[in-house]
């Protein structure tokens, strides 16, 4: 008998499901199912490794799960690999089970990416998931993770890990909030100025410090691209925040001919 629980570390639940929903079921019929609205993309490398499986064993034993209406609320790879070869599959129906529950189901079972989280909450409705995606869609020359974290409102007991770096998790149960104010396009369109001369601004340390020095008000992020344009060869390769500060501190100084200089580390 399957049985289905949640994270321990979330507060989320998923329908109980009834001696009746647990009843296995076959066929060979698979015009039957639907694919949900909302599920993640196909991975066309899972559905081969389940076809070879098959081939191997016969059927696959795991049974899928799908609501009323035979939506796949969760195992539509088995289902594409059981059509690409004819096979019989097993299914537990389950009544009310929908997105939400296919969202919660393959957060408790690690299966979905950042990506699919964020297109299922965007097939939901959600403002500001919308808000990123369409975001992300102009800016993927830069990764989807540090594209939500320069455009998310910074609440610390619910974002971050630390005082740094999103929490993924959050993502993943649905309680990003976009910052319309956020200066994600500003560091972009500065990086991409840049990345001929230092290819490392594009990296995620590289823009995270930059995120930080724009918080400090006596730092120019136009005055800091002329100079890293002008002196790329004071640029020292680093992937800690810490030596990336410092090495736009000295670029920025560099050459101010008795400016004041500008102190970034403690800012």
């Not at 991975?43 to 796949?72: D, T």
């Not at 097939?123 to 990764?143: M, S």
């Not at 008000?217 to 810490?242: C, G, M, W």
Request: glycine residues 2%; hydrophobic residues 35%; positive net charge.
């Amino acid at each position: 008998m399957l049985n289905f629980q949640t994270n321990p570390m979330s507060a989320d639940a998923i329908p109980a499901m009834s001696q009746q929903d647990l009843q296995i079921h076959s066929t060979a019929d698979l015009s039957v199912f639907k694919i949900l609205d909302g599920n993640r993309n196909i991975n066309l490398g899972n559905v081969e490794r389940l076809i070879k499986s098959i081939q191997e064993n016969g059927f696959l034993q795991m049974p899928i799960i799908v609501n009323e209406n035979y939506e796949v609320i969760d195992g539509q790879h088995r289902l594409m690999a059981a059509k690409k070869l004819n096979s019989i599959i097993y299914y537990h129906k389950v009544n009310n089970y929908d997105l939400n529950t296919a969202i919660i189901l393959n957060r408790n079972q690690s299966n979905w990416s950042i990506a699919d989280y964020i297109r299922s909450y965007c097939d939901l409705k959600y403002k500001d998931y919308i808000k990123l995606q369409e975001f992300y869609e102009l800016n993927k020359d830069f990764g989807l993770m540090i594209s939500a974290e320069l455009t998310c409102i910074s609440h610390k007991s619910l974002m971050y890990a630390n005082s740094n770096n999103l929490n993924s998790d959050e993502i993943r149960k649905g309680q990003y909030k976009f910052d319309p104010n956020n200066k994600a396009e500003y560091i972009f369109n500065a990086a991409r100025k840049i990345k001929l001369a230092i290819p490392e601004v594009m990296s995620v340390a590289y823009l995270r410090s930059l995120n930080r020095c724009i918080k400090n008000p006596e730092f120019n992020l136009n005055q800091f691209v002329k100079k890293a344009t002008t002196f790329p060869d004071q640029h020292r390769k680093s992937n800690t925040i810490s030596v990336v500060m410092a090495n736009i501190e000295h670029i920025y100084n560099f050459r101010n001919q008795g400016k004041t200089r500008i102190i970034l580390q403690d800012k």
